[in-house]
């Protein structure tokens, strides 16, 4: 086998906010004394990130999903194979899924799907690849129970975090400065897409809502970006004051260093890089009982769970934290050990390096 392996990997849409568009980054950054590394998508917002590390995303020449443009893309991720000489395609995004099926075929190269999230429907035609990486146990075992895989074909490789990606543009102060956050108070935040259904904003809003009668100290800060933020900024109207809506920003890592207190009450989550990235910074976490997150966070250990839609816990969960800062400092830094122990780098890139390998053989 030769020295460096040639891998392409396809998404839908290179963005900020997305936690796929950050794991093809992440991978393709660490993997580079061992992977040549090639990203092709169908949309980008995010094209000069990845330039940054001398991998310029190529757009196909459609992002229809027509059957028509369908064949076009096809024929165009033939001849970008064959002209990088790829060994392995990696997908990320079921659209590509067929598609490399069909290009496998054709030219014999080996193909591999990681699923990143739960997604329903289109059963016959979904995840048909034999090669399949699941980012947690609870993504597997969806695609075990929904979608009638082999457990046997599907291997786990979760997120990771990337300490070297840590930077800081501007210090807390400055931006509660910036963002007129009187400095007294006890910032909880969410960092992610605006979806409100999966992401289960409304919930948030409505508990921040419910503790502001009795917490005069806490400001709500929503950072990302999605479809959903003119509705977000419509609910929050009436105690806008306590609260600040952030686009999405490059420079991530300043917010998570702001907040004091990271929320996910999200009604699905595969396995959250968000939770990665909170516990690199020692905040603690208050999530959902669901689907990944109880796969990283232990309740009363390393962060808080609360049962998925149930206000009064997340009330109960929050209001703990914005009374007890030593509460706050603990699950921070067990989460910090958790993540540090078990996500970094170091750990996660072999075993994309090793499985690439096992797949070719």
């Known amino acids: 086998m030769k020295n460096k392996l040639n891998i392409l990997h396809l998404q839908n849409k290179l963005n900020l906010t997305c936690g796929i568009s950050k ?15 090639f990203v092709i998508c169908l949309e980008e917002n995010a094209a000069y990130k990845f330039e940054k590390i001398g991998l310029a995303p190529v757009k196909c020449s459609t992002p229809q999903y027509n059957p028509i443009n369908i064949i076009i893309n096809i024929l ?42 739960k997604i329903y429907g289109i059963r016959s035609l979904s995840y048909l690849n034999r090669n399949i990486i699941a980012c947690g146990s609870a993504i597997k075992k ?19 975090i990337d ?5 800081e543009i501007h210090s807390s102060n400055e ?46 800060m929503l950072t990302g970006g999605g479809k959903d933020k003119k509705i977000l900024i419509e609910m929050t109207k009436q105690f806008s004051s306590n609260v600040t809506i952030c686009d999405a920003v490059e420079n991530v890592f300043d917010y998570f260093r702001l907040i004091d207190i990271l929320v996910l009450p999200s009604r699905t989550e595969p396995f959250s890089l968000s939770i990665l990235e909170a516990g690199r910074f020692k905040k603690p976490v208050v999530g ?12 009363m250990d390393n962060g808080l769970l609360f ?10 969960c929050l209001q703990n934290l ?7 400092i603990k699950l921070g830094e067990n989460l910090y050990s958790t993540v540090t122990t078990k996500y970094d780098k170091s750990i996660i890139i072999p075993q994309y390096i090793n499985y690439y390998k096992k797949i070719l053989t």
């Open 175 to 220: 931006l509660k400065d910036c963002l007129l956050i009187s400095k007294d108070k006890v910032i909880i935040g969410f960092i992610g897409n605006f979806e409100i259904n999966r992401k289960g904003l409304d919930v948030l809003v409505a508990s921040f809502k419910d503790l502001l009668l009795t917490n005069s100290n806490i400001h709500l």
């Open 288 to 299: 959902s009982n669901i689907d990944g997150t109880p796969e990283i966070i232990s309740h």
């Open 322 to 328: 914005i009374s007890d800062e030593k509460l706050r």
């Open 142 to 160: 969806h695609l075990v129970g929904y979608y009638r895989k082999n457990n046997l074909d599907i291997t786990i490789i979760n997120n990771m």
């Open 23 to 37: 794991t093809i980054f992440l991978l393709a950054k660490n993997s580079s004394e061992k992977l040549n590394n």
């Open 76 to 117: 165009f991720i033939i001849r970008y194979c064959r002209e990088k000489k790829i060994d392995i395609i990696h997908s990320h995004h079921r659209y590509f899924d067929l598609i490399t099926l069909v290009i496998g075929k054709v030219t014999g190269i080996k193909t591999v799907i990681t699923v990143h999230s």
């Open 307 to 316: 049962e998925s839609e149930n206000i009064n816990e997340l009330n109960n």
């Open 163 to 167: 300490e070297d990606e840590i930077s």
